[in-house]
């Protein structure tokens, strides 16, 4: 043996006995440099880097779980210590994503009773669409009135019902109808907040001291209810780390912001059932589903992460939870709103951009996960596959399902095999010895809800962060 050959030797032997001692973490790759840097400093020990290290390893951990997902999507290993039919009771299996029934309303949970459902979304945009236009028109109307006043030597007879300019004047109806719909510009106003806690009152006095602008709008007809709201989203480029299904995130819809905890899904054209997405995976488009204050489109929605630590509580939630109405919460009226400029902007990371899709809680996503299995005997179209199930029982619970390849066939459990798990089935065509088989199954997810974000009457409750 050569010196070159037994030097790789030695080294394999020192890395064996470092395995033995237990000294390297399961699942951790570091280079030779960091080592020495921790055996340096074993005997003082800074609370700040080991923090550093433990997030450092949490994002490698997120980034081969999406790397994972983009090279085996939805595969799922099937656990030998515990029965499969238990693991996934709340999977069923579908012999067609597209053609296959699904109830909307089965199973729903208990957020559903507490959120505003459209008879009609379409509808409902159409009649706050034209009380929009009235209002604008209205708004013209008087803006003409102001800044062309009638001519002083109008001889002319004024009709019933005409005024100076010869323009057609509104009843009182009329006016009253749009008297709370716009407020003409230059015009002094006061404002008398109700129903809210004194705290933003007085954060509106800070607002003026510090000549800061104090933006103030109004909501249209069914903005201050909370349903189920999808955004069309792209990731944003510059957003290097994984977005999560679920993450905490911050939604800037116009004036407004929230936090929610999107769903991440695809969206299919031709079928009323939508694929969940793990991750918001960069360069296509994703549907972002939360539960959110109702918005109309066009409405564009920023997505932002917050990357300050400081600001999240236990567990990825804001260190302080509002109460209800007349509490130590701040909450909006139910017909207007106040924005205050927010210094913790600079410490939010620009995670997604896009607009408002459509309001719609009968909106289905399906969550699918593959179990796979191994041919190792195989007789045209019969074989037996194992490593889908590890026992018998299970292959049983799961005969109705149809079953496919990666490689395009089709086919059916027959009956098991032994004590082990194997089972036989029968395809369709010849298939492969180096063939996959897949048994997909699917259950419906839902967006999670933030618990200050809905009123006992349904109303969105907005936060001053």
Partial sequence: MSEYQASWFEGEEEEGQNDEGGEEEEGEEEEGEEEEGEEEG???????????????????????????????????????????????ARYRALKSLRTSPWDPNESLPREYARIFKFSSFAASLARVTSEMEEREKAQNRHLLATLLPPPASSATKKKDGEDDSGMEVEDEKSSDKFSEGFVPAGSYVTLELGGVPAEVGKRAQR??????????????????KVSVLHFNILRHPA????????????????FRSFEARPVFSEHNLN??????????????????????????PPC???VFRKSSPDEMGEE????TTPSR???????????AGVVEPKSHTRDLTLVATGTLHTVDP??????????????????RRSAVVKHMFYNPEDVKWFKPAELSTKLGAAGHIREPVGTHGLMKVRFNRIIQQSDTVCLPLFKRVFPKLLPEEIEEDGAHAAHFP
């Fill in 42 to 88: 074993e005997e003082e020990e800074d609370p700040s880097l080991s923090i550093g290290s433990e997030q450092q390893r949490q994002g490698r951990q997120v980034r081969q779980l999406e790397k994972d997902e983009l090279e085996f999507p939805d595969e799922v290993q099937t656990p030998d210590d515990r029965p499969a039919k238990e693991r996934f």
């Fill in 316 to 319: 990825g939630k804001t260190a």
């Fill in 300 to 302: 564009p929605v920023l």
């Fill in 271 to 296: 079928c009323d059932k939508h694929k969940f997405s793990r991750f918001l995976h960069g360069g296509r488009f994703a549907v972002a589903t939360v539960f959110g204050p109702v918005s109309m």
């Fill in 362 to 379: 009968d909106r289905i996503i399906l969550k699918r996960i593959l179990l796979t299995g191994y041919p190792i005997r195989v007789k």
């Fill in 207 to 224: 607002l003026q001291a510090k000549e800061s602008p104090l933006t103030v709008f109004s909501l249209l007809r069914y903005e201050n």
């Fill in 325 to 335: 109405t007349g509490g130590s919460g701040s909450f909006l009226p139910a017909t």
């Fill in 239 to 254: 957003c290097s780390t994984p977005v999560k299904s679920k993450d905490r995130l911050v939604f800037y819809t116009g």
